[in-house]
């Protein structure tokens, strides 16, 4: 980067939060919804135009998978076409881009892990809204798109949204029964591991374009609260389920593995889910005592 001056949009979430302490030698300009909601093209056109970043890193979106069938619309707005707006600022301001996008927007019919080359194949109105910000986001010169799945890493006392990996969790610490799917494969995202290979993106020389910057490795929901139980050292009272025994508004892709390969190549080797999970319990843990 020729500037350190860096753009984070929905710096209120649990990403940003990992973002923000990653780059916190750079210039940071921080922008929650209060301060520019990205729906609005010409706050968006303004705000960048302000800071002339070197890099901008669009971390608001519309996470509502069930909500998303209702609300079609503001999940277009949020997840597509302010995605646009963010685009077409950065490329008049010079700017790298970075947008982080989901497993949503495949279809999830695989028994091996997806690469960036597999044609998406979205089954929901979120899904779908997804990888139309994929495409908006690249037609910037320069810039990059992260799919990441099942974030996780949300410091203590986190009051904002909340992921799976969080719930399961806070279910096994409070000794709740958990019903967890056996059939949705996933590879969670640890935030801070997201964070620092973006930085390695943006900063390395990097062929820009699309990346899946998820954890190494995958395994079942059952497969992962088991995990956090053993590292936790509670006994887990989980009710083993499959996604057809659970009414969901919105399909889910069962398959949802992807394969970090293309970041490795790029020269960041994201580490196991399992690894990510220690660490993160570990740290959470030390900062509630």
């Not at 209120?12 to 780059?23: E, K, N």
């Not at 809204?129 to 099942?150: D, I, Q």
Request: glycine share 8%; net charge neutral; hydrophobic share 45%.
């Amino acid at each position: 980067m020729t500037s350190r001056r860096v753009l984070v949009t929905g710096a209120g979430g649990q990403l940003a939060a990992a973002i923000l302490a990653t780059f916190r030698d750079c210039e940071l300009v921080a922008h929650t919804r209060a301060t520019c909601d990205v729906t609005d093209v010409d706050a968006v056109a303004r705000v960048v135009r302000t800071a002339a970043p070197a890099v901008i890193v669009n971390c608001a979106a519309f996470n509502d998978v069930d909500g998303a069938e209702d609300r079609a619309l503001e999940a277009l707005a949020v997840n597509a076409f302010a995605v646009r707006s963010l685009a077409r600022a950065a490329e008049a301001a010079g700017a790298v881009l970075v947008h982080y996008s989901t497993d949503f927007v495949i279809d999830g019919e695989a028994d091996q892990p997806y690469s960036e080359a597999v044609r998406p194949s979205p089954r929901s109105t979120y899904g779908a809204s997804k990888l139309l910000g994929e495409w908006f986001a690249l037609a910037a010169p320069g810039a990059f798109v992260l799919r990441v799945e099942s974030l996780f890493g949300s410091p203590t006392g986190w009051t904002g949204r909340r992921g799976t990996v969080d719930k399961i969790v806070e279910g096994l610490e409070s000794g709740r029964e958990l019903r967890v799917f056996t059939d949705r494969i996933v590879s969670p995202s640890y935030t801070h591991d997201v964070a620092a290979a973006t930085r390695h993106l943006v900063t390395s020389g990097a062929p820009p374009g699309l990346y899946h910057c998820v954890n190494s490795g995958h395994g079942s929901w059952y497969d992962v609260a088991r995990e956090a139980a053993a590292l936790l050292g509670v006994e887990p009272r989980l009710v083993p389920i499959t996604v057809d025994q659970m009414p969901l508004q919105a399909p889910r892709p069962r398959y949802c593995a992807l394969s970090p390969a293309k970041l490795r190549a790029a020269g960041f080797d994201m580490p196991t889910w399992r690894d990510a999970l220690q660490r993160w319990l570990t740290t959470r843990n030390t900062a509630v005592t």
